[in-house]
């Protein structure tokens, strides 16, 4: 969290607009290292921010589920956002002052995807498994990548991945209760919906100032239903601590994580890097829930590792063949 707590009466500098696929905000202070021509980590670094996001959320999704029986879902996706909208404000001590009504918008559309996105999830996890709650959820991201890449390769990795979460299902749902495969599905628009707008929402707030008062709208549009279904439950001791650590497992770190590395890597290849999401949680749902994998189900993950492999390589091509000079 070195980023978002920025020295106080600093003015961080905002990311200038980016203007193609790929391209790197400037800071204003020259090129990072890892950003030199011919650097190696300039792709490598935002994928490792999104994979350690990734993790950080599967494992903090599985924690949420052995909390419901005491919170319930609306309860849990309550203390999420209110925890996390708590340690983001403190931590990042976003300006209030000086944004455009344009960015106002953004960062209230960033909070209601990110409230709905976090509902929907949970509402499908108190009715359907993990796993496969996640592979209809990875289907919003996937869909995101295929309108909106601009790149023939990317429709190759995504339809790889989307075979990947096909066959993690068992070839179809209908053993799925519906409504949970429903929200399940809905939860996949709304996280489709968050990697649009954090993306936006990080080219206009510095650091994560614009992630902080998006989770604060989140938090205050769900905290009258974590209230109605919950009540005093979301203050008992152990309920509170253990909604703490879902919130800096699945929201603060993740999102952090996510909305740094949209600021250099393109929205498409971010979605497809989101198929390793099944992956990550059949893993978190097998070593915290005891759900074991099939061998179907490890093809599964092979293939979608295989989608994220075939995308990060992309990203870095694309990199190298601008790194090099256009010759006399």
């Known amino acids: 969290m070195s980023t978002p707590s920025a020295t106080p009466g600093t003015p961080s500098p905002a990311p200038a607009p980016v203007v193609g696929a790929g391209a790197v905000p400037a800071t204003g202070h020259g090129p990072a290292p890892d950003d030199a021509p011919g650097g190696r980590w300039g792709a490598l670094g935002p994928v490792g921010l999104v994979l350690a996001g990734g993790l950080s959320v599967q494992f903090g999704a599985a924690l949420a589920v052995s909390l419901m029986p005491r919170a319930g879902a609306l309860g849990v996706v309550t203390l999420r956002l209110v925890v996390a909208a708590v340690v983001l404000l403190l931590v990042c001590r976003p300006r209030l002052r000086g944004h455009s009504r344009a960015d106002w918008g953004t960062v209230v559309v960033f909070g209601i995807a990110m409230a709905g996105m976090n509902g929907l999830f949970y509402q499908a996890v ?38 990947g979460v096909f066959l993690l299902s068992g070839g179809g749902f209908d053993s799925l209760d519906p409504a949970g495969a429903a929200f399940a599905l809905g939860a996949g628009a709304m996280w489709a919906a968050y990697i649009v707008f954090s993306a936006r929402t990080g080219r206009r707030f510095p650091q994560a100032d614009g992630l902080a008062l998006a989770m604060a709208v989140g938090a205050v549009l769900f905290l009258p239903l974590g209230i109605a279904e919950s009540g005093a439950e979301l203050i008992d001791p152990v309920t509170l601590a253990l909604g703490a650590g879902v919130a800096l497992l699945s929201s603060v770190l993740p999102y952090t994580l996510e909305l740094l590395a949209l600021r250099r890597l393109p929205a498409p290849t971010f979605a497809i890097l989101m198929s390793l999401e099944p992956a990550i949680a059949a893993a978190a749902g097998f070593l915290i829930l005891d759900q074991a994998l099939t061998a179907t189900q490890s093809a599964a ?12 390589r992309t990203q870095m091509g694309r990199r190298r063949v601008k790194a090099v000079p256009d010759l006399p």
């Open 126 to 163: 108190d009715r359907i498994p993990l796993g496969p709650a996640v592979t209809l959820e990875v289907l919003g991201p996937l869909a995101l990548s295929v309108f909106a890449s601009r790149r023939a390769i990317n429709l190759v990795w995504a339809a790889l991945a989307l075979a």
């Open 301 to 312: 993950i092979a293939l979608v590792i295989a989608a994220s492999m075939g995308a990060v």
